[in-house]
């Protein structure tokens, strides 16, 4: 039996995003004051960060917004939303902020370590492939002890180019050293219809769908609602 490789996104599907990221926006809110500029609480200002920082993500899969402005501006769009003070500058100190704190956070989606060590256990090669910046996916990897499980962490960032462009798997495989005839094999798991099934199953991959909140796409090869309904699926080659 040859095993099918595998690759992971990691934001949202192994690393929990969501928790977080609203962890590190409640210690910059607490250090840097925010309540004294006009912003009602935390709550608002979390959900006026999340609006924003979806737009400029959005803008930046795009191509219309670059990496160093995204970092800042999220944080200047939600402080207008939330009706508050934006002195000059402060954007910037808060993306600094944000990002020093953002990474070291700990949270996992449930099932990650135990579903990771079974894999591995059964020899399956498996690497990342994400969308995020280099520095801070390869620090919220190594923080979180998910580096030893994987070959390699490809990001769109290092690659140039961004999911689901064919050409970011293509890259990532020939990175990973994967043969022609391995290539068609790959199992691309991830939260995002868009760029972790359809986006690889352009290529010939197939693509298991992460979808905790329960929705079914028939277009992907297969959808889970927990990671160790992975362990349960026939990832062969």
Known sequence: MTLAPLFFDLDHTLWDFETNSRLALEQGFKDLGLASLGVADLPTWIRHYEAANDHCWAEFRAGRMDKATLRGRRFELALEACGAACPVGFPGQMGEH???HSPCQKTLI??????????RARGHRMWVLTNGFDEVQHLK????????FFEGV???????VKKPNPQAYRLAAERAGLTAAEFKYVV??????????LG???VGWRGVHFAPAGERHPEAWRTIQSLP?????ELKA
Do not use: K
């Open 98 to 100: 944000y990002l020093a």
């Open 110 to 119: 449930p099932g990650t370590l135990e579903v990771l060590e079974t894999l």
């Open 141 to 148: 990897m190594d923080n979180c002890n998910l580096t030893p």
């Open 154 to 160: 490809y990001t769109s960032d290092a690659l140039e």
């Open 188 to 197: 691309m798991v991830g939260d995002s219809l868009e760029s972790d099934v």
């Open 200 to 202: 690889a199953q352009q």
């Open 229 to 233: 309904e992975l362990l349960d699926l």
